[in-house]
């Protein structure tokens, strides 16, 4: 049958603004999320992580949170930057393993 | 340190051939996984080795093979190329797992 790009939600922001982008997964079981940055040409980069035991973690400039009983995560940028603009995944994966089950992305755009 | 290495980055094949692709990952790092992403199905897990052992594998059919060497090198092949196969190949590194997975740049694959 045809394929069907994935279509890639985008969010665009002003430089200096905050920027939330939202994930949505899709197995209750699952009990470690990473999020991932991809700029073009490149592979994704690692940008913070947290465990099912959590609801938020911090690290600089980034915080995720975690809502297990609708199944959410959420990556909020602080003070967004040109050097943010780029395609953000959330994963999950599910016991000692690394099958991470990736989401579509999400391209956020910053305006200078 | 040295990230990780692919090799080829960009490679062309026609239909019904063969290709292998290789990963060096960070030293010290044992576990290697790969991932498949094209803009239609986004990334999509192909499989994980570990100290040699094939430890998880994706839904993908068995023309898709891969294998981990004594120095945590890794090489992935895949027999009878179809169009579909073109993609960008990224290969992940990790210490211990779950974790934080460093991946290669890729290898960009297209099937003529």
């Known amino acids: 049958g045809e394929s069907v790009g994935l279509h890639l939600p985008t969010l665009s922001v002003q430089e200096g603004d905050n920027s939330i982008i939202n994930c949505a997964y899709s197995?209750?079981?699952?009990?470690?999320f990473i999020w991932y940055k991809q700029e073009s040409g490149k592979g994704p980069q690692f940008i913070i992580d947290?465990?099912?035991?959590?609801d938020k973690r911090q690290g600089q400039r980034v915080t995720v949170l975690l809502n297990k009983t609708v199944k959410h995560l959420s990556l909020q940028i602080a003070a967004t930057q040109p050097g943010d603009s780029a395609v953000y995944f959330c994963?999950?994966?599910?016991?000692?393993?690394?099958?991470?089950?990736f989401g579509a992305g999400t391209r956020l755009t910053v305006k200078p | 340190k040295a990230g990780v290495t692919q090799t080829p980055r960009y490679l062309i094949k026609t239909r019904g051939q063969q290709v292998t692709l290789s990963c060096s990952p960070i030293?010290?790092?044992?576990?290697v996984s790969w991932y498949q992403q094209t803009p239609g199905q986004g990334l999509q897990f192909l499989f994980e080795?570990?100290?040699?052992?094939?430890?998880n594998k994706g839904n993908f059919p068995g023309r898709f093979s891969g294998r981990q060497f004594s120095n945590s090198r890794s090489e992935m092949n895949v027999s009878t190329l179809e169009l579909g196969d073109s993609a960008l190949y990224l290969c992940?590194?990790?210490?211990?797992?779950?974790?934080?997975?460093?991946f290669g740049e890729g290898s960009r694959l297209t099937v003529l």
């Open positions: 992940a590194s990790s210490q211990g797992t779950p974790g934080e997975l460093f």
């Open positions: 197995n209750s079981a699952s009990d470690y």
């Open positions: 947290i465990r099912s035991n959590m």
């Open positions: 994963a999950e994966t599910l016991g000692n393993n690394n099958d991470m089950r």
């Open positions: 030293s010290g790092h044992r576990s």
């Open positions: 080795y570990f100290s040699e052992t094939q430890r």
